[in-house]
């Protein structure tokens, strides 16, 4: 079952400007885009929920220090994201 990535106007500029300053992660984002939509659970993308502020959504890992947040929407299989960065920027 494959998971449909619902990418907002917000998070294409987010993603843009991540890149623009990161860009040796773009093989790597690619890479765990593929497997986020085959495989949301894959343990290679650390997928967990987030608590405080952020407690609706959840997190997956493009690496050690990069993430991704997302809204799972596991009804629809749907996957929004959110906010995409290093760790501590995006908690």
């Known amino acids: 079952m494959n998971y449909k990535i619902i990418r ?3 998070y294409l ?3 843009k400007k991540f ?3 990161h860009p ?5 984002y690619i890479k765990t885009v ?3 939509e085959v495989n949301p659970y894959h343990p290679s993308l650390r997928l967990h929920k987030l608590r405080g502020k ?3 959504f959840h997190s997956i890992s493009i690496n050690m220090d990069y993430r991704v947040i997302i809204d799972f929407i596991i009804q629809n299989n749907e996957i929004i994201p959110i906010d995409i960065g290093i ?5």
């Not at 040796?24 to 790597?28: G, I, Q, S, T, V």
């Not at 760790?87 to 908690?91: N, T």
């Open 34 to 36: 593929e497997i986020l």
């Open 8 to 10: 907002t106007d917000e």
């Open 24 to 28: 040796d992660m773009l093989e790597r």
């Open 13 to 15: 500029k987010k993603l």
């Open 54 to 56: 952020l407690y609706e």
């Open 87 to 91: 760790h501590d920027e995006v908690y």
């Open 19 to 21: 890149l623009k300053k």
